[in-house]
């Protein structure tokens, strides 16, 4: 993919899916908006984005885990 080197590079906003600008010139890139940068970072706070575990394994800082 050629593209000129004045041609800024656009990428799919991880909120909504918009094409935003990956440049210097967007304060919130890869987002399009602050809008949806804020979405991400409240979903970040609410603890929305979790990976799951395999069922039947202890956690890490589970107190009564013994080594």
């Given at each position: 993919?050629?593209?000129?080197?004045?041609?800024?590079?656009?990428?799919?906003?991880?909120?909504?899916?918009?094409?935003?600008?990956?440049?210097?010139?967007n304060?919130?890139?890869?987002?399009?908006?602050?809008?949806?940068?804020?979405?991400?970072?409240?979903?970040w706070?609410?603890?929305?984005?979790?990976?799951?575990?395999?069922?039947?394994?202890?956690?890490?800082?589970?107190?009564?885990?013994?080594?």
């Open positions: 993919m050629n593209t000129p080197a004045s041609a800024p590079r656009k990428v799919p906003c991880p909120t909504c899916g918009k094409p935003s600008i990956y440049a210097p010139s304060p919130w890139r890869p987002f399009c908006s602050e809008r949806c940068r804020s979405v991400d970072l409240g979903a706070a609410s603890e929305s984005y979790r990976v799951p575990s395999p069922p039947g394994q202890p956690d890490d800082d589970d107190p009564d885990k013994q080594h």
